[in-house]
C-alpha cells in the first residue's frame, strides 16, 4: 500500500509541473483543485461504501478536533509546500528533499521515546545529510545549486511529511484511511480556495493538461492518499514511510525522460545516498510499529 502511495506521488509531481508550465497553474490553484476533488471524490466512495460511517470522525469532540488539526497541519502543508519546492526547483529534488522525512520521523520518537540513537542510526543521518548537501550544492560548499527558496522549501516539505507521517497514527487505527484523508483533503481544500482564487484562475487547457490534471487529483491524491496512510496504519509511521523511498526513483526518472530536465552526477549521488540512508534505516534501525 505504502509503496503504491510513493509511486503515484512521485508521478503526480511530473504532471504537477506539466501544469505549471504549459497550463498557468501554480502550487497554490493545483493543491487546491488536488485537495477540494480528491477530497470530495474520496468522500463519496466511501459514503457508497460505508454510508453514515463516513461522518463518525465528526461524532466525537475530541477526534472531529483532531481530524480538523490534521487536515491544517498535515495534509494542507505537506501538500502545499511539496508542490512550492516543485515550482521553485524541479520535481526529482523537491521530491528527494522531501524523500528525507522518515529521518525526520527518526528524530521525533528519539526525544518521544528518550533514547540515544544506535550506531546504524548516527550512520544514515551523516549519508542522508551529506546527501541532501550534494543535491543542494553538487559538492561545492561555497555556492547553492539550488535557490535558497527552493531550498527552504524542500526541507519544509520534509518536516510537514513527517507531521504528516506521525499526527493521524490514533485516528487512521480507529476509523480508517478513506475516512480521514478524505475528510482532511476537502477541510484543507475549502481552506485553501480564498487563497488560490480558484474559481477565477487564468488558466488555459489542453488534452495534455487535462490528463495530467485527472492524473494528480485521481491517482495522486485519491489513490496515492489513501494507499499511502493505509500502509502507514499497519506499519507505523517509520516503516510506512521508508517505502515512499520509490518516490524519488520515479520523480527523478520522470523528470529526465519527460520535461527533459538534466540532472548532474552529483544529483544522482545525492540521491542514491538519501535512499540507501533510509533503507538502512528500515533493515536495522529500531524498531517502532506506533
Known sequence: MALTGGTLWGCSGVMGSYLYTHNGFDAKLLVTA???????????????????????VFRDRRSGMHEI?????????????????????NPSTATVLEASAPIIVLLFYLVVDRRVPAKIEVFVLCIVLVGVFLITTHGD????????????????SAVFAAVYNIMPIKLLDEFGSGAITGWAMLIAGIGLCPFSHFWDAPIHMDTKGWLCLIGVVIFGTVVAQGAYLEGVRILGA????????????VAAFLTVVALGVTLTMADFVGTAMILLGIILLSLFGHTRTS
Open 141 to 156: 560548499i561555497g555556492s547553492l545549486a539550488i535557490t535558497v527558496p527552493a531550498l527552504i522549501a524542500g526541507i519544509g
Open 34 to 56: 488536488r485537495l477540494l476533488f480528491g477530497g470530495l471524490i474520496t468522500l463519496m466512495i466511501l459514503f457508497a461504501h460505508s454510508g453514515g460511517t463516513a461522518f463518525d
Open 238 to 249: 517509520v516503516q510506512g514511510s521508508l517505502f515512499e523511498t520509490i518516490e524519488p526513483v
Open 69 to 89: 488539526m490534521f487536515a491544517f497541519l498535515g495534509m494542507l502543508p505537506t501538500q502545499l509546500v511539496y508542490f512550492i519546492a516543485i515550482q521553485l526547483s
